[in-house]
């Protein structure tokens, strides 16, 4: 397993990549918003202000393999990366909005809090069944090859989707065809309730690779640079021509599945204080100290920077109306069929009736 930031601070000089100082930045206030959606979207849903929230607090480091692709590649995610679209410029009002289900919603309210794509930055849209987005993205990749674009494809998704039947055919696929792609799987330990344990009967989730005559790498899902050299050795060798990548990413879910799911029934407090230890952002932050790129203090106040920017969009985003229910049935049909019709005005009339 490939790190470079060590737990206790060292680092691991043959392999610290160069990166700039402003770039590190980026990346730690990326990584930082993130964190603090993540808080903000848990209390919103405990105080019934949305309905559900989907955690990523553990898993923020996925944000340094984007910083390995050009702007052009298109990024295909699975639904606790959005940090990737922050990265690449995605408005956090847009998300706050998203979140709400408001009249600024780009996505209309059609979607969960958190399934959530950005065209501008080239962030597709996740699917709620798990592994659609992998032949989607070997599909991507391969028809750039054929369209002779430079563009290669990322994609994210769970270990436990690699018990998905779409996994074996993106796989597969990306194998035969060899397709500029990238493969990022984030093994956070469970799949909801099914520990890794039960995705496989090999050693390791890497080891999935070799069947499909993929190149397998794995890396320390909490340590950033790690994440980036790995990313950008895969998007290097898809770009060249040399083929796929599998990355897998060791990492752990710190939060619940969702909202909508209790942990304690399924693992111990104290495997998840084991891995609050391992913390990507506070181990980004040590090496930032270290290289005196930021204070203790400075880092500090880019937490209490993205406090107070949320709690302002969140209160703006909860003043505004709700989308309208017309919206399930808009931009399916030039002309809506005579039933959906019917449907709408009942719709309308029992929201007259019951408000
Ligand atoms: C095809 C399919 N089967 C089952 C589900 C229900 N489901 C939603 S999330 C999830 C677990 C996915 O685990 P993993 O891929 O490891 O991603 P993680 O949630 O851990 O990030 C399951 C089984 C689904 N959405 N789609």
Redesign the pocket.
């Given at each position: 397993m490939m790190r470079v930031l060590e737990l206790d601070g060292t680092i691991n000089k043959e392999l610290e990549p160069d990166i700039s100082d402003d770039e590190l930045k980026l990346w730690y206030r990326t990584m930082v918003a993130l964190r603090t959606l993540d808080e903000k979207g848990m209390k919103l849903q405990r105080q019934g202000r949305i309905g559900f929230h989907i955690p990523t607090t553990g898993q923020e480091a996925h944000v340094a393999a984007v910083a390995a692709l050009e702007e052009t590649d298109w990024v295909f995610p699975?639904?606790?990366e959005h940090g990737a679209a922050i990265y690449r410029g995605t408005p956090l009002k847009d998300i706050v909005n998203q979140f709400f289900a408001n009249t600024e919603d780009r996505q209309k309210g059609r979607r969960l809090p958190g399934l959530f794509g950005d065209p501008d930055v080239r962030f597709v849209n996740p699917s709620?069944?798990?592994?659609t987005q992998i032949i989607h993205a070997v599909g991507a990749a391969y028809a750039a090859r054929y369209r002779e674009e430079d563009v290669i494809t990322l994609v994210f998704?769970?270990?436990?989707?690699t018990s998905?039947n779409d996994f074996h055919s993106g796989m597969t696929f990306a194998g035969v065809f060899q397709t500029p792609s990238v493969l990022i799987c984030?093994n956070?330990q469970?799949?909801?309730s099914l520990p890794v344990e039960r995705q496989t009967g090999a050693e390791e989730i890497v080891h999935k690779a070799k069947g499909y005559g993929i190149r397998g790498v794995q890396v320390d899902g909490n340590d950033v640079l790690a994440i980036y050299n790995a990313a950008k050795e895969a998007a290097e060798r898809a770009r060249s021509g040399e083929g796929p990548t599998f990355i897998e990413s060791v990492t752990y879910?710190r939060g619940p599945?969702t909202s909508s799911d209790d942990p304690s029934r399924y693992r111990s407090e104290e495997e998840v204080k084991r891995w609050a230890e391992k913390d990507p952002i506070e181990r980004l932050g040590k090496y930032l100290r270290q290289k005196k790129i930021f204070t203790e203090k400075e880092l500090e106040k880019i937490h209490e920077e993205f406090d107070e920017r949320l709690k302002k969009l969140i209160k703006k985003a909860a003043e505004k109306d709700k989308v309208g229910i017309e919206t399930i049935f808009s931009d399916v049909y030039a002309r809506m069929p005579w039933h959906l019709q019917e449907q709408l005005r009942s719709l309308r009339d029992l929201k007259k009736r019951r408000g």
């Open positions: 699975a639904y606790r709620a069944p798990i592994g998704f769970g270990e436990g989707a998905s984030q956070n469970y799949a909801i879910r599945h």
